[in-house]
């Protein structure tokens, strides 16, 4: 079934682009990401321009987020003091990475700094996942079950502006969530991506926020930066195709119910080095696209922007 | 009204337009064509489509049938390797590149007219006005590149068509647009060849564009590009409220 997709300007098959949205749907059900990066390169290499590609990922995230942070909320792990002082740094962010995006763009230079940033991002995030998550299944085959303490003070945390955040029981500088909602922002503005991958791990780790509270929360912010990404590139790139959004969002729907059914019957640990596996593979996969010589070195841009 | 019927009113139009203006000096009206759609209406199914034309000569000659699309500058870029990775190094701007360019002819055009005719009238790639705005002794290289990329994107033509003739005078070709056609303005320029010569022209316009609910959508993003946002992230969002009351029970 062909469909015409009036920003991208290109005929698609709409069975493609559901199943590219169930599968990586299912991804994100199973492993509670938002698919961003996984999600920017599929359309990409299906043809859709970059351009639109990010475009539109951030509107196709706006619903998935939305569905998300219901759930969590149901169940009460949003943190919604802290979402808001993310969602302030998520704001200035955005607004940063869309400008960075345009000047990029005009260097000419955009589509060799979403690929670094991408090898960059998901090679230090994969790695720490991956290291983390095989030495946690040694140490449970070895039974020794180290207690933590609740969560540890590090010195980012004695920054000015200390605020309290009950939910999350943390006494800690706002500056350090203002920052990661800041990049985190940039992220969904040059990426497409919610920016899931990298800010749980910092809120984790970072801040030390209790792991429940950590998806719901970040979704919560990764919600409204998208949104707000979504309304920025329709006004200055007209990039986003509300079309693709759509079809790519019934097939993530779908995709994100079984995925999460099936992560049930998977353990914690198993999980993460799956996804830290399927990180690292999309990072190589990167860097070897732009290690080896392209089958043409030439390439054409449409309108070259004056 | 099916396409083959369509072509055939059009040949008897064409017909009909030659006989009328016998009498006239022969040169004017040496050569008459026509398509059989103007318009190329690119909906929501939109996959390519093809295009037939139809005309007549008066006497022998050859017969050659260009399409061009909108024109607009474009920028090829050339990477190279740099500290183990391949970077965009370097660039042309081309100033007037045609979107799509077709060709077809009764013949091989390299034997048809001398190549100097054939680039008074851009008749083949390799005679397209294709210059840039700052030439460097590269030119060609970059010129080649951007041949071979508009070639692999299907905009440019690999070989050239047959324009196949109907008995002595008729002629008929088909010209085939893909699903990634630009849309806009096409010019389809039909030229009589005599003898090394271009002895009649006959431009005909052909407009592509969206129609339906896809010219709708784009129309609506760029006019009201704000309420296009807040509508896109509106409906996005009411989606994923959906999915999570549909899947509450899971």
Known sequence: MQVYLPIAEMSVNALVILALGGMVGFLSGLFGVGGGFLMTPLLIFVGVPPAVAVGTQSNQLVGASVTGVIGHWRRGNVDFRMGMVLLVGGLMGSLVGVWLFRVLRRAGHIDLVISLLYVILLGVVGGLMLAESVSALLRQRRKTAVRRKLHQHIWLHGLPLKMR??????????????????????AVAILGVGGGFFMVPAMIYLLGMPTAMVPGTSLFQITFTTAAVTVLQAMTNHTVDAMLAL?????????????????????????????ALLVVGVCIKLFVDLAIQPDDVYSLVMSPPS | MTGRARALLAAAAVLLALGATAGQPARSQALVADLTNHLIAITTGFTGTDVVLFGAIEGAGDVVVTVRGPETPVEVRRKERTAGIWLNRS????ANVPGFYSIASTRPIAQLARPEVLERYHIGIDHLDLAPIDPTDEVEQFREALIRNKQREGLFPSAVGNVTFVGNRLFRTTVAFPANVPTGSYQVAV??????????????????SQLGLSADIVEFAYRHALLYGVIAVAVAAMAGWLASVAFRRV
């Open chain 1, 165 to 186: 955040f009950h939910k999350s029981r943390l006494y800690i500088s706002a500056v350090v969530p203002l920052a990661i909602g800041v990049l985190g922002g940039m």
């Open chain 1, 247 to 275: 079809l790519l969002l019934i097939g993530g729907v779908v995709g994100a119910q079984f995925g999460t059914r099936f992560g049930v019957s998977l353990r914690g640990e198993q999980m993460r080095a799956l996804l």
């Open chain 2, 91 to 94: 660039d042309m701007t081309f």
């Open chain 2, 191 to 208: 030229f009589l060849i005599r003898n090394g010569q271009v002895q009649g022209a006959q431009t005909t316009p052909l407009l592509i």
